[in-house]
C-alpha cells in the first residue's frame, strides 16, 4: 500500500495502469489526476478532491470504464470535478451492443446517421434517450444500455460530409465509483457528449454526442453539487440532431440521517438542436 499521493495546484499526474492501492488521495485546487484505460484507483481511506480528476476510458470496448474504489469517505468540493466529458467513442461511432426496449429488437452501434448530402445534417447519438433527427430528417442512433449499472461508453453523433466533413460531438465516458463511507459532493461528477460541429450556415452540421455512463454506490450521499451525463447539442446554425442523454444509477443508504443529497441535482437531459435528444 501507497501511503498517499498529493496532486499540487497547476500539477498533473497521470496513471495509465491501475497503481498500488493508496491510503488517501489529495487532488489540490487547480491539480489534476488523470486516469486513462480501463484501470481502478483504489484507496483504503479518505479521497479529496480539490481540482480535477479526469477519468478517460480510452475506447476499446464497450464495458471499458473507469473505477474509484474508494475504503474510507469521498469528498468534492465545490472546486472539485470528477468527469469523462467527450471521452467515450469518437464521431459516428458507438458500440455494438443490444438496443434497449424503447425499441424492438436487434443490436445498435448507438451513433448518429452520417450524411453526405447537401443541406444534411448528421444525427445525434444515442445512450439512455434515443439521438435526435438532424434538421433534414437524417436518425439519430437507437437508445441502448443498462438503466440500473451503466459501465458503457457512448456514441458519438453523426458527421455530416457533404463539401467537407463537419464532425459529430464525441459521446461522454464512464466512471464507477464505490464508497464505503460518506461521499459529499459539493462540485461536480459528469460524463457529458460533445456538440456537433457546423458549417458557419452553409447547410450542413454534425449530430451531438450522446450522455455518457454514471454509476455510484455510497454508503451515505451528501452535498448540493450535481452529478450530470447530459448529451451534446447537435450543431445549432444548421441543426445537427442532439445526442441521447446518458445513464446514471446512483445507490446510497436512504435510511442514513446524513444522506442529504437534492435529487434534483442529477440530469441526464438530451442535447437540443435540429431535434432535441431524449433524457
Known amino acids: 500500500t501507497i501511503p498517499s499521493l498529493t496532486v499540487p495546484a497547476s500539477a498533473v499526474v497521470t496513471f495509465a495502469s491501475s497503481p498500488a492501492t493508496m491510503s488517501t488521495v489529495s487532488v489540490a485546487n487547480t491539480g489534476t489526476l488523470t486516469l486513462t484505460n480501463n484501470i481502478t ?14 477519468c478517460d476510458p480510452a475506447p476499446a470496448a464497450s464495458n471499458t470504464y473507469v473505477r474509484l474504489n474508494i475504503g474510507g469517505n469521498l469528498t468534492v468540493s465545490g472546486t472539485g470535478v470528477i468527469h469523462s ?12 451492443v443490444p438496443v434497449s426496449d424503447l425499441t424492438s429488437s ?38 441502448y444500455g443498462s438503466a440500473t449499472a451503466p459501465i458503457t461508453m457512448w456514441s458519438g453523433g453523426g458527421n455530416s460530409t457533404y463539401g467537407g466533413t463537419r464532425y459529430g460531438g464525441a459521446g461522454g465516458g464512464a466512471i464507477k465509483i464505490d464508497v464505503t463511507g460518506t461521499m459529499t459532493l459539493s462540485g461536480v461528477v459528469r460524463a457529458n457528449g460533445y456538440v456537433g460541429a457546423g458549417s458557419a450556415g452553409a447547410g450542413e452540421g454534425g449530430g451531438g454526442g450522446a450522455g455518457g455512463s454514471l454509476y455510484v454506490t455510497v454508503g451515505t450521499l451528501a452535498g448540493t453539487g450535481t452529478l450530470q451525463a447530459d448529451g451534446g447539442a447537435g450543431d445549432a446554425t ?11 444509477a446512483l445507490y446510497y443508504d436512504t435510511t442514513s440521517n446524513g444522506s442529504t443529497y437534492a435529487l434534483a441535482s442529477v440530469t441526464v437531459s438530451g442535447g437540443a438542436a435540429g431535434a432535441s435528444g431524449a433524457a
Open 106 to 143: 436487434g443490436t445498435s452501434t448507438g451513433a448518429g446517421t452520417d450524411t453526405a448530402t447537401n443541406n444534411y445534417d448528421g444525427g445525434g447519438g444515442a445512450h439512455g434517450g434515443a439521438g435526435g433527427a438532424g434538421l433534414s430528417a437524417i436518425g439519430g442512433g437507437s437508445a
Open 41 to 54: 484507483l483504489t484507496t483504503t481511506g479518505n479521497v479529496t478532491v480539490d481540482g480535477t480528476v479526469v
Open 85 to 96: 466529458d467527450y471521452l467515450g467513442y469518437g464521431a459516428s461511432a458507438g458500440p455494438n
Open 238 to 248: 444548421d441543426g445537427g440532431g442532439g445526442g441521447g442523454g446518458g445513464r446514471i
